[in-house]
DNA sequence: TATTGTTATACTCTATAACTATA
DNA sequence: TATAGTTATAGAGTATAACAATA
């Protein structure tokens, strides 16, 4: 019978762990005024020389269509800025502002500290474990 | 340095792992005419008499705000209903109704085989070990 | 007063597909 | 023709807070 499927424990406790993790993420991400995908977007770029659309689209796994918009509202406040390379004008390169610089790097280390507080109830062995889990998990899709 | 936190690529794997899933999962559930947080709903509901709006909100996770508009579309779509106990008046419960058990027995069976095709690619122990990776990490919430 | 759930607001994300411009 | 990205459409979910009704 289907609800005896074993992996379907697995699914209630992926979709758990990664809501609590979002949620707990999430409610700092957006103090600080940003949406998670947004901030997704800027991690993506910080300590980048910028990349195209495509190349982020495939880093954050939002369609296109979708990052179109995601960056226009970074660059409405001023984070990005949309780059044309003379050599091949129809794919150009997003790329952190001065503004958007400074925010990464204010914002990313307050953000690994918030998250620091609760990861930091597992030791490394643990992490290391969680992660081989995780990446075996991945690997079957 | 920030960049070095051993949790960090545990977060990155976390969110490829929980996002290929749900990328492999809803391109199903989009297919049966649900979007995912409506099948989750549904599946909850699922072999249950039904539940209050409260206990619903908790186990799906998502806030009773948001879930009054989850539970307005599958009642449109005729699939659960609002029933109010005269005990307790303002708590109602969420039901499924004959389409939605209908629909719930056609569809679940089905999802589970689709997820099962990739999920026999793990067996038992390895099911069993990334569980027991994923209640630790939410453990830490 | 506290609790349950709805409503209002405003925005973000999402999928999908057609479209434009460059190569 | 193929590729990169935008635009159009339409809907769904989200946070937040104020609100109504019941207890």
């Given amino acids: 019978m289907a609800a005896r ?3 379907l424990g697995l699914l209630r406790d992926l979709a ?4 609590a993790f979002e949620n707990y993420s999430g ?7 940003l949406t998670s995908p947004q901030f997704d977007v800027l991690v993506t770029l910080g300590n980048t020389p910028g990349m195209t659309m495509n190349v982020l689209a ?7 269509g ?3 918009g995601i960056v226009d509202r970074l660059e409405q406040k ?3 800025r949309r780059e044309v390379p003379p050599e091949n004008r129809r794919c150009f390169k997003i790329v952190l502002t001065e503004a958007g610089e400074k925010l990464f790097e204010d ?4 953000h690994i500290a918030y998250l620091k507080e609760r990861f930091q109830k597992l030791d490394p062995s643990e ?3 969680i992660q081989t889990a995780l990446q075996r998990l991945h690997s079957v899709f």
């Avoid at 409610?27 to 005024?33: D, S």
């Avoid at 914002?107 to 307050?110: H, R």
């Fill in 127 to 129: 992490i290391a474990q």
């Fill in 16 to 19: 758990r762990a990664y809501q």
């Fill in 107 to 110: 914002i990313f280390p307050v």
């Fill in 5 to 7: 499927e074993p992996f």
């Fill in 58 to 64: 495939k880093k954050t796994l939002v369609t296109k």
């Fill in 66 to 68: 979708t990052l179109t």
């Fill in 27 to 33: 409610v700092h991400i957006r103090q600080m005024g």
């Fill in 78 to 80: 001023g984070l990005v």
